[in-house]
């Protein structure tokens, strides 16, 4: 799904009172905001979906594939997403479906 197909997706759910011009406003304008709060080091909490949170990762050594040579590797920031309990029961029962 790309970003046109979810703005797609809510001009749909709203109705014809909203443009997909304002949808995809509405759309630019929560992803802003989740980029920015995760900037800022803060947890997204959406209830039902899942949480968006900031994890330090360690320093660690690795290995240049190339070379063999051994790669220090810095501490850094990463964006994670844990999904709600609700969303990863979906996705299974989804998923069972479509095998059968």
């Given amino acids: 799904m790309t970003k046109a197909d979810l703005v797609e997706q809510v001009a749909d759910a709203i109705g014809p009172g909203v443009t997909k011009k304002d949808c995809a406003l509405v759309v630019d304008g ?20 899942g949480t968006f949170k900031v994890r330090k990762r360690k320093s660690r050594m690795a290995r240049n594939p190339r070379t063999g040579d051994s790669v220090e590797v810095p501490s850094r920031h990463v964006p994670i997403f844990k999904p709600s309990k609700h969303l990863r029961t979906r996705v299974a029962r989804k998923g069972r479906l479509r095998e059968d």
């Fill in 30 to 49: 929560f992803l802003n905001a989740v980029k920015q709060a995760l900037a800022e080091g803060e947890n997204i909490e959406i209830r039902g979906f």
